[in-house]
């Protein structure tokens, strides 16, 4: 007897609850057991090495300084060449378990994490950007990239707001980019110049945009997006990330 493919995604997802509700929920960190009230699949400890960024920040790039003392301020790097978009804000540091996560999740294709930084994004500084945003705005990948690793990570993390508008091709990769791993800045800022489009300028014009990805580094891609998603009439245009470097 043929199965649909929708009766097929439902008995899926049915077996998923079965063994749920016989097995222990286990932290996909370190293999412990998860109470199950717990909102994702973290344990106490593990969710205890996380660094969370918190002020003082850089009120525009996110940034957070060394010395734990004082209050939010512009960077210096700010002060002196004013990015692009109006703020960057990111949940955690990228580091231990959010390094994990981020990198098992886009490069090892292990999409158990996915849900775990879609939970991330909802901690009230980075949902505030969300509810406050005309058009979620992707991270695009070039269509080689797509093909080769099967999903676009920034996609799905925008989805972490359901009821947000989530514009999937409203920014375009049109011209293909080395990976940025392992670049110096000003080699970052050159890979990515004239990488980006935005095909039809009627989506975005007068909004506010929030640009989604997974990680922060040196802001070289963010920048370039939010260029292009300026020149094409945007009204405003802000960061969110998962995670971003502790300090530049």
């Not at 909102?39 to 106490?44: I, S």
């Not at 010395?67 to 210096?76: F, K």
């Not at 158990?112 to 980075?126: D, G, I, N, T």
Request: hydrophobic share 40%; proline share 8%; aromatic share 8%.
């Amino acid at each position: 007897m043929l199965i649909s493919g929708s009766a097929a995604s439902w008995l899926r997802q049915f077996g998923f609850r079965v063994l749920d509700f016989f097995l222990p929920r286990l932290c996909l960190f370190c293999g412990g057991v998860v109470a199950e009230e717990a909102k994702a699949a973290v344990c106490p400890d593990c969710e205890g090495k996380i660094e969370w960024v918190e002020s003082p920040v850089c009120p525009c790039c996110g940034l957070m300084f060394p010395v734990r003392e004082g209050e939010d301020r512009l960077c210096g790097s700010c002060q002196t060449e004013p990015p692009p978009f109006a703020r960057a804000r990111a949940a955690a540091v990228y580091e231990g378990p959010v390094a994990k996560a981020v990198t098992r999740f886009k490069f090892g294709r292990q999409m158990a994490y996915l849900p775990v930084m879609q939970h991330w994004l909802q901690v009230p500084r980075c949902a505030e950007l969300a509810a406050d945003a005309d058009l979620l705005v992707p991270v695009p990948l070039h269509p080689r990239r797509v093909q080769s690793r099967g999903f676009n990570q920034a996609l799905l993390l925008a989805r972490a707001f359901p009821e947000a508008e989530v514009g999937r091709e409203t920014l375009a990769r049109v011209r293909y980019t080395v990976p940025q791993v392992g670049l110096n800045p000003k080699e970052r800022r050159d890979n990515v110049r004239r990488a980006f489009a935005v095909p039809r300028p009627e989506e975005v014009q007068n909004k506010k945009i929030l640009l989604v990805d997974d990680l922060y580094t040196t802001g070289a891609t963010v920048r370039e997006c939010a260029r292009v998603l300026r020149r094409a009439g945007a009204r405003r245009v802000e960061v969110l990330t998962v995670a971003r470097v502790k300090h530049e």
